[in-house]
């Protein structure tokens, strides 16, 4: 039996556009999921609740398949992500889930076996991953995520941020599919949007950097815009950015895949003190801490 943790991840700045090739800023936080996997003599690899062709089990499989190993497997997951909001949760069940089974059977952890056997089980939630999620539940810490570089860990100045649980579950993939649709439809708009999120990539990682909270805010809330304007916002999503805007947040923005989900916002930690209790009157809230471990072996 073995087990392994990965942490679930905020997009600051990027998502949607980052399938399509522009930069995204993304960090892990401070919830994780941990898989326990344990070896069956015989049979398939699938959930200790019996299901299959998820994250966790495709993820488990590629392990296998890339240590020519046929061995039955049956894993348990437990997770404090929640599930289907834009935290990078199926991600962290199928790092944890890739980490366990290849300590399981060869003793080591090896990052690039556990990433690519990670993004093998992304697949099963969307069919065009950018690879920013299960980039960050493998490395941790907080960075730049390219889909032609990869991802590039960087020092980020930022060691808490608020985020705000609309509730709404969504798919992944439905959302991605709604901002490839625009894609297609308006190419010319799409590729100033695709140049103006680059911009707002790089320069917010310039505000990361020197702690200016207040131009990161602003910035937040055009990337905003920008997420409205490919469709994938939504009316509990806009009253969330609203109510951490009134209750004084200098900016707040979707994460993820948006269409529900959660959303982000920045302030002074005293102010935040004072926004999250405004905002959890409608909406459930918490505080998470950024740049924490990737993949990690666990006690059982
Ligand atoms: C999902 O966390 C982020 C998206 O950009 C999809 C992806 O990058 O694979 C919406």
Known sequence: ?????????????????????????????????????????????????????????????????????????????????????????????????????????????????????????????????????????????????TRSDGYRRLDIELEEILVVNTGRQRRTGDLVLRVKEFSEKK???FKQLLDEAARITMEGL??????????????????QELLRTVGVSSPEIEEAVALCLEAGAYGAKLTGAGGGGCVIAVADPDKLDKIAPVVSRKFEVFRVKLGVDGVRIEQP
Do not use: C, W
């Open 1 to 145: 039996m073995r087990a392994a943790s990965a942490p679930g991840k905020v997009i600051l700045f990027g998502e949607h556009f980052v399938v399509h090739g522009s930069p995204a800023i993304v960090a892990s936080i401070d919830l994780r999921a941990t898989a326990i996997v344990e070896l069956m003599e015989s049979g398939d690899v699938r959930l200790s609740d019996g299901s299959r062709g998820n994250p966790a089990v495709r993820a488990a499989e590629h392990i296998l398949s890339r240590l020519g190993a046929s061995t039955g497997l049956i894993i348990e997951i437990r997770s404090k992500i929640p599930q289907s909001v834009g935290l990078g949760s199926s991600a962290a069940v199928a790092a944890s889930s890739s980490a366990a089974t290849l300590h399981l059977l060869a003793g080591r952890l090896d990052h690039s076996m556990i990433l690519e056997a990670s993004y093998e089980g992304e697949k099963t939630v969307h069919y065009m991953p950018s690879g920013i999620d299960t980039s960050i539940a493998t490395f941790g810490g907080a960075g730049l995520y």
């Open 187 to 189: 190419p010319e708009i």
């Open 206 to 223: 310039d505000h990361l950097r020197s702690k200016d909270l207040e131009k990161l805010g602003r910035l937040m809330n055009r990337n």
